[in-house]
C-alpha cells in the first residue's frame, strides 16, 4: 500500500508515494476505456509496453524540454485525442519531466473542457513542485506560462526510482525547490539538509524520500489553503523573482532550478541588508545551496535588463515589484517598495 498525501483544492487527490508507479497506474486505469501516454522519446524507451488490461493506451510523444510546451504541441494533442476519439471520462498521464506533465495537464484542462488527467513526475523538480499544485500551461514566445489554467490532476504518483537516472545537475536543480520549501514552511528540511552533498543524498534513499514527501506536504498545503494564488500560493515563488529574471536573462539555458538558487541567494543579501533576516539565517542559504553544487552567483547578468525582466514577475501590482521573504525560516511575509540601491547592491553580491 502507497504511503500517500492529500491535496485539497478545487478537488481532493492523492499524491501517491509509490514503491512501483507501474503498479500505481495499473490500478488507476484499469477501469478507463482510453488513456494518452504524454511523454518524450527518450521516457517512452524506458516506458516500454504498459500493460493495459481492459484500458486502450495511446502514446503522444512530445518534444523534450520547454520545446514540448508550446501552442503548437498543444495543438497536435488536441487533435491526436480528437483522432482517437476521446470522451469525457478518458483519461491522459502525463510522464516526465515538469514541462510534460505541465503541457499534458493543460491539454486535459482544455479537451472537451476538461478531461481527467494523472501525472507522472520523473524529476525532483517535477515531484515535488510542478506536478502538484494544478497549475497547467504552455509557453509563449514572449514567455514560459503565459497560457494555462488551474486543472487539479486526478492523482499524482511520485516513484523516485525515476531520479537514478537524472544527472547529479539535474538532481541538484530540483533540491533548489526543496531548499525553498525548507525555508518557506518546513525548517527541518533545513536541518536535514544540513551539510549533504548530492553523492550523499543519492547514497541515501530514505532521506530522499522524507525531503520529497515533507516538500510535496508544504505544497499540499499551501495549494490547499490558496488554489488560486491570491496571496499565501506566492510563497513558492521565494527566490523566484530574480531567478525568473536570471532564467529568461541566460535564455533558459540554466536549469529553472538554479536560477532559483541564484534568486534565493539575492534575497538573502537583499534580506540581511533590510534587517529583516540574521546573519545566520543569511549563512543558512549559503552552506546549504553551495553543498548542493548550486550557483548562488550569476555574472553574466546587466543589472538594468534583469530589472527589467523583474518587472514581468506575476507579483508585480502596478509598477511595484513584491518580493516573497522570510523572516525565519518556516515564516513568509513580502516585500514591497524597497529602494532601487537597495536592489543593486543585493544584485552587487551576487553577480560576482
Ligand atoms: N510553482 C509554484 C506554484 O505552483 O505555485
Redesign the pocket.
Request: hydrophobic share 30%.
Given at each position: 500500500m502507497s504511503e500517500k498525501i492529500t491535496v485539497s483544492a478545487e478537488r481532493t487527490y492523492d499524491v501517491l508515494l509509490a514503491a512501483d508507479w507501474r503498479s500505481s497506474l495499473r490500478e488507476l486505469t484499469h477501469n478507463k476505456v482510453r488513456c494518452a501516454i504524454v511523454t518524450t522519446q527518450s521516457m517512452k524507451e524506458r516506458i516500454g509496453n504498459l500493460e493495459a488490461g481492459d484500458c486502450e493506451f495511446t502514446y503522444c510523444v512530445i518534444p523534450d524540454g520547454e520545446e514540448g510546451k508550446s501552442p503548437a504541441v498543444l495543438m497536435q494533442l488536441w487533435n491526436w485525442l480528437a483522432a482517437a476519439g476521446f470522451t469525457r471520462s478518458d483519461l491522459i498521464v502525463g510522464i516526465g519531466g515538469g514541462a510534460v506533465t505541465d503541457i499534458a495537464g493543460f491539454a486535459a484542462a482544455t479537451y472537451l473542457r476538461g478531461i481527467d488527467w494523472i501525472a507522472v513526475p520523473t524529476s525532483v523538480a517535477g515531484a515535488v513542485?510542478?506536478a502538484v499544485?494544478g497549475?497547467t500551461g504552455a509557453n509563449l514566445d514572449y514567455g514560459k506560462n503565459l497560457i494555462g489554467s488551474f486543472h487539479s490532476p486526478l492523482n499524482v504518483i511520485v516513484d523516485i526510482s525515476w531520479f537514478d537516472s537524472l544527472s547529479d545537475r539535474d538532481f541538484a536543480a530540483g533540491l533548489a525547490e526543496v531548499v525553498k520549501c525548507g525555508f518557506i514552511k518546513d525548517p527541518e528540511i533545513l536541518s536535514l539538509m544540513a551539510g549533504c552533498t548530492i553523492a550523499n543524498l543519492r547514497a541515501d534513499q530514505g532521506l530522499v524520500s522524507d525531503l520529497v514527501k515533507r516538500s510535496i506536504q508544504v505544497?499540499a498545503d499551501v495549494?490547499g489553503a490558496d488554489f488560486t494564488?491570491s496571496y499565501l500560493?506566492e510563497t513558492?515563488?521565494y527566490g523566484h523573482t530574480f531567478g525568473h529574471a536570471v532564467e529568461k536573462h541566460a535564455k533558459y539555458s540554466l536549469r529553472h532550478g538554479e536560477c532559483v538558487s541564484i534568486g534565493m541567494a539575492f534575497m538573502a543579501h537583499l534580506q540581511l541588508a533590510q534587517g529583516l533576516i540574521s546573519q545566520e539565517v543569511h549563512d543558512l542559504h549559503f552552506s546549504i545551496l553551495s553543498s548542493l553544487d548550486l550557483p548562488v552567483t550569476y555574472s553574466q547578468g546587466d543589472w538594468l535588463e534583469l530589472k527589467a525582466l523583474m518587472s514581468m514577475d506575476k507579483k508585480v501590482r502596478g509598477n511595484t515589484l513584491r518580493f516573497v521573504t522570510i523572516t525565519e525560516p518556516g515564516k513568509c511575509d513580502r516585500l514591497e517598495g524597497v529602494a532601487d540601491s537597495a536592489l543593486y547592491e543585493a544584485y552587487g553580491k551576487v553577480s560576482l
Open positions: 513542485d510542478a499544485g497549475k505544497k495549494v494564488e500560493r513558492l515563488n
